[in-house]
């Protein structure tokens, strides 16, 4: 099968062409970024998927600023990658008969329970790039042949995220506070890919269809995440403060709890790992590849 990755720059792109380049694979994976292809222009998806012959498409493209998302200037952008283009992708796969997998986020859920949402609970975003995702998912529906992964709290050793900004604060010596009440769970991007790569090489994905929750095993608050950066890089918990929500204002409200169910995942023969384990492998790549802080 021709499958094709979008989003090839982003961190679970990176993580997804380095897989492929370390594995024996069977189908051929065709990697593109907005500079090789706009999803917002359907044109553009068409003349892709017909001059390559796709049979896949895994939808890796976001806008990701949780941030910057709430600023009413950033809403045609949100809404143009996280929507428009994903109605694109649903449509261009409808029309051809191809299959259509696209991420999604635990932030489509509001927080409110204190047990792990499962697929069929009601999606109730309380921030803007919550609700473009919850839209993208609904726009995923115009194809029969899909399959939605919610995922939680990505970082690895690619891009700017969470691991990264704690690490070089952290490598900075630099007291940083983190809130200790929003709980979920920290996924490694790397495990992520070797997920949907697996079942793409493994299993007929036509066999599963609909939404999954996909994150590594366990949860833990943003403090607890960032406290074992520091500790499984220094031996020790010096620059890392807990703090409660209420003294950490943010323009975008976050879930306080979102960890995600994953029940569905039986459905496939793959073993999923401890986030701490995860984190462990992350840093070892990290620091044995000497990833720049801010590539």
């Not at 024996?24 to 917002?40: A, C, G, R, S």
């Not at 194809?143 to 490598?171: D, P, Q, V």
């Not at 209420?246 to 999923?272: C, H, I, M, W």
Request: proline fraction near 2%; charge should be negative; include cysteine.
């Amino acid at each position: 099968m021709r499958i094709l990755i979008t989003g090839a720059n982003g961190q679970l792109g990176q993580c997804f062409i380095n897989e492929v380049m370390r594995q024996e694979v069977k189908n051929d994976y065709y990697f593109t970024d907005v500079l090789d292809l706009d999803i917002t222009e359907k044109k553009s998806i068409e003349n892709y998927v017909t001059e390559k012959g796709i049979d896949i498409i895994v939808n890796c493209a976001a806008y990701t600023n949780v941030e910057k998302a709430e600023e009413v200037s950033e809403k045609d952008k949100v809404y143009g990658i996280n929507c428009r283009g994903v109605q694109n992708l649903a449509e261009v796969c409808s029309d051809r008969e191809l299959f259509l997998i696209q991420i999604s986020t635990d932030f489509v859920f509001n927080g409110d329970k204190n047990t792990p949402y499962d697929e069929n609970d009601a999606c109730t975003p309380i921030n803007m790039y919550g609700w473009s995702k919850y839209f993208g998912e609904n726009e995923t529906f115009w194809c029969e042949n899909h399959m939605i992964i919610r995922t939680a709290w990505l970082y690895s050793e690619y891009g700017n995220n969470f691991f990264k900004t704690m690490l070089k604060r952290i490598n900075e010596h630099t007291d940083t506070t983190v809130v200790s009440d929003q709980i979920g769970t920290p996924t490694y991007a790397r495990d992520l890919a070797r997920f949907i790569l697996f079942i793409l090489e493994n299993d007929n994905i036509y066999e599963h269809k609909g939404i999954y929750h996909f994150t590594n095993q366990g949860c833990a608050s943003w403090y607890d995440f960032a406290a074992s950066i520091e500790k499984f890089t220094t031996s020790k918990i010096e620059y890392i403060k807990p703090c409660l929500s209420k003294f950490y204002l943010t323009l975008a409200e976050r879930p306080k709890y979102s960890v995600l169910g994953k029940e569905r995942l039986n459905e496939f023969d793959f073993k999923q790992r401890h986030w701490m384990e995860a984190l462990c492998e992350c840093i070892d790549n990290y620091e044995k590849n000497n990833y720049g802080i801010n590539e």
